[in-house]
């Protein structure tokens, strides 16, 4: 792909394609479906109406997803600074049906996943939620493999002594 606008057909496949695993790494990230809805679509629009300068096209979806995790970023930011004065310290917003369908370990593994630092936090639901592997959890939150892996392990070590040694 040259440095021109990314086709319509092209980013409508890409978005038929990979939109439920979008939302769904943006709802592990923020918290709930509206907003993960929101900044995937809101990626796709700034993708639409200002093309990413890419050579090659099979690059795009990397592209998105690390514009989705950055999304994400930016809303928790912003909820940051909106809620600090009245509630510093602010669950994430699961819905009804989603606690419903939780065990109490599930429960108790999401706020534990909660309490990690963001990188730790953003490298374990890429890595074992979603599936990406070392290279794409890394291209993902711009990072090096490595990065990944430290992250990785060092979240699996906080997660498991917050847990009692339940999670491996």
Known sequence: MTTGAVSSTTLTSLYEEHQ?????????????EPTAENVVQDVFVRIRHK???LHDEARLLTHVRAAVLNGCRTELRRRERRWRPTEPDRPPVWSTESNAFLSQNDRE???????????QREALIL???L????????AAMGIRPGTVRSATTR???ALSTEMGGEVR
């Open 155 to 157: 979240a699996l070590a």
């Open 109 to 119: 593994l999401m706020r534990a996943l909660q309490q990690l630092p963001r990188r």
């Open 20 to 32: 439920v695993a979008l939302i769904r790494l943006a709802v592990l990230l923020v918290g709930d």
């Open 127 to 129: 890595r074992y939620y």
């Open 51 to 53: 093309a990413p300068r």
């Open 131 to 138: 599936g990406y592997s070392d290279a794409e959890t890394a």
